[in-house]
């Protein structure tokens, strides 16, 4: 199998993110929309065999910084390299828009992209207790 990544539309990424569990389908596309606002966004989606598979979804923070908010690989296409492919292709895609830093939030009951982003050089910097300790939410960064 092999993954593609390429751009991709809000209403693309959406429709995925309806569709991967842990996620609950929490916000509509109003509310990409609007967390998104006018920043510099970029969207991603990965396929297999030309289905959808995965996406990611991030935008601007500060001038250098770039925010890795939303992304998720359908249980379907789980454990065949989609989220290191979306990883390593936003990363791409940063550093050359001049990006020098990734930020990425994740909780702890999310242990396959902690070991990821960890296994990629993220750096734990700030953890924010909120519910039960599998809710707490780690900060995690990545010089480009």
């Given at each position: 199998?092999?993954?593609?990544t ?16 842990e ?21 991603l989606?990965a396929?297999?065999?030309g289905?959808p ?10 001038e250098?910084?770039?925010?890795s908010?939303l ?14 492919a ?11 828009q ?6 990425v ?12 982003l ?16 599998a ?8 010089t480009?």
């Amino acid at each position: 199998m092999t993954v593609m990544t390429r751009h991709a539309t809000l209403k693309e990424i959406h429709t995925l993110y309806q569709q991967i569990p842990e996620f609950g389908g929490l916000h509509s596309l109003a509310d990409l929309q609007r967390r998104i606002g006018p920043s510099a966004c970029h969207l991603l989606l990965a396929e297999i065999d030309g289905q959808p598979a995965g996406f990611k979804l991030g935008y601007q923070t500060q001038e250098k910084v770039f925010y890795s908010w939303l992304g998720g690989v359908l249980p379907a296409f789980r454990r065949h390299g989609v989220a290191q492919a979306l990883l390593a292709e936003q990363e791409r895609w940063a550093q050359a828009q001049g990006y020098r830093q990734v930020r990425v939030k994740t909780r702890n009951r999310f242990q396959p992209m902690l070991m990821m982003l960890i296994g990629n050089h993220y750096r734990i910097v700030q953890l924010e207790k909120k519910g039960e300790v599998a809710d707490y939410r780690l900060l995690l960064e990545k010089t480009l």
